[in-house]
């Protein structure tokens, strides 16, 4: 499976940006994917997460009422809606799918596959 991230860029304080992940290859065995964040000298975070079949979906405290993650199965593609964003929100997000199944979806050490990340830079 491979991942390719799109969207992030350089936003003001309270504005809003779209973040892409498009997944290709064996998609089929895809139980849930991710996005993650990471900033210079933190461990990876979990942002949220979906599962690729099912209704559920996981929001990280920090960022609840303000993101929220998608998916299109017909286009292989999950996204990371993000509003009111905040400096602390700036970070490296990368996505990341698991194909073992029945497993936890907010835990960073269950991703199989991961992007090479997209930059989201928010000024104060």
């Known amino acids: 499976v491979q991942l390719v991230e799109s969207g992030g860029g350089l936003v003001q304080a309270g504005g809003s940006l779209r973040l892409s992940c498009v997944a290709s290859g064996r998609t089929f065995n895809v139980y849930g994917m991710g996005w993650f964040r990471q900033t210079p000298g933190k461990e990876r975070e979990f942002v949220a997460a979906?599962?690729?079949?099912?209704?559920?979906?996981y929001l990280a405290d920090s960022v609840k009422g303000r993101f929220t993650i998608s998916r299109d199965n017909a286009k292989t593609t999950v996204y990371l809606q993000m509003s009111n964003l905040k400096p602390e929100d700036a970070a490296v997000y990368y996505c990341?799918?698991?194909?073992?199944?029945?497993?936890?979806?907010?835990?960073?050490?269950?991703?199989?596959?991961w992007g090479q990340g997209t930059q989201v830079t928010v000024s104060s």
């Open positions: 990341a799918a698991t194909v073992r199944w029945g497993t936890t979806l907010i835990e960073t050490n269950w991703y199989d596959y």
């Open positions: 979906t599962q690729w079949t099912g209704g559920s979906t």
